[in-house]
């Protein structure tokens, strides 16, 4: 197993372009199962869950080729409408595979996720919104069988803002017969992606980027081409690696506009933030003050940055806090955190962070790819040699990470 060793005190410095969202290429992915042809997706990052994704699609059936940065996809006909146990225990996104092949094939047996690092991550929103559709599910033998004729479109409301649910949702309703109106919807930037993609294959969606989603079912689509959006939380993490050693950073080829909170939360910390049209960058000077921040759902703030904040906040004097509404089990990478001499007290769902810690470092443990990247994020300003073992987690969610902090004057090796 990989792991990762930075020499901290750097002092990261330069440009950089982030890649394509890992969360928007996997809902896209998946969407080719919804209509025969070829697909040629680009801006594709490198990264285990896309190959997890691309590997689900040719056991199904599709012939996958990949290039720098392309992949393109030929769907004929399904050999099986299955997603294995193998594949799905390494990747819940896999449950995206469960809409199109209902919804296209009328058949689906796919493993049931199960638990995570994160805590409890029921898909009953996921189930709820099919069998509203007219899918009949049954669970047995750790799998989720799903028939249906054709599904008929419905109105479905989530009690709970879901990105999975959503796309799930949204994929099996292109092809349902009539209207399915989707209420609280999430509208998450790879929410709206995943739409505009669809409606690139022939879909009527209207109501993108926002909490409902009107949908006239076609009886068929065709195949469409796809560039993947940039990756938000990517961006930020690299904005984060600056910040914390009080560096400068030009982050390129990023959509500014899918930052907002992120970036005023960093303007409150006292960075200065400018931004273009497709770039964003932060510079370290003045004084820092430390801050409150409330994860929710986009526009919102991103669960997905909010451990590599705390990395940073542990930096910054006085009392930070971090209020976790999403996931139960997020802030299970403190405790490594804390190896480094963070300084952290956590009461049920929210963490006091004691800022100006002096960082030291340690060998560490990613436990999930956010909390891979707060670690990598902390060992960056630590004194010291940090060891991050188990980093298998964070090539899940980031393409060549060491190259780009090494290009921006990280100490971080790659070892066996
Ligand atoms: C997606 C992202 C993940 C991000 C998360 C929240 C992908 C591949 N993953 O995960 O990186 O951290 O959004 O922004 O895009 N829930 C239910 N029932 C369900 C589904 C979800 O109760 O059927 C709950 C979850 O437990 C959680 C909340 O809804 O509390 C949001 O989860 P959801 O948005 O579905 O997360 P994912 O799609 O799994």
Redesign the pocket.
Known sequence: MDKYIVKGKANIKGTVSVNGA??AG??ILAATLLAEGKYEITNVPNLT?IRTMAKLLNNIGAEIEWGDGKIKIKTNGCKNHEAPYELVKTM??SIYVLGPLVARKGEARVSFPGGCA???????????GLRKLGANIELKHGYIYATANRLKGTGIYFE??????T?NILMASVLAEGETKIQNA?C?P?IAALAEFLVRMGADIKGIGTETLIIKGKEKLHSADASLIPDR?ETGTLLLSAAITRGSITVEDCNPDHLGIVLDKLEEAGFQISTTENSISLNSKGPKHPIEITTN??PGF???LQPQFCSLLSTIEGDSSILET???DRFIYTTELQRLGANLKLNENELIIKGGAKLSGAPVMASD??AGASLVVASLYAEGKTEISRIYHLDRGHDKLEEKLQKLGADIKRVK
């Open positions: 890992k969360n996997l809902p869950d819940r996104a994160l805590g409890a991550r029921p898909i009953d929103l996921h189930l709820k709970k803002k879901s990105v999975g649910a796309a999430a998450e790879e939380i759902p986009y991103p669960t997905d999403i996931f139960s790819i956010r």
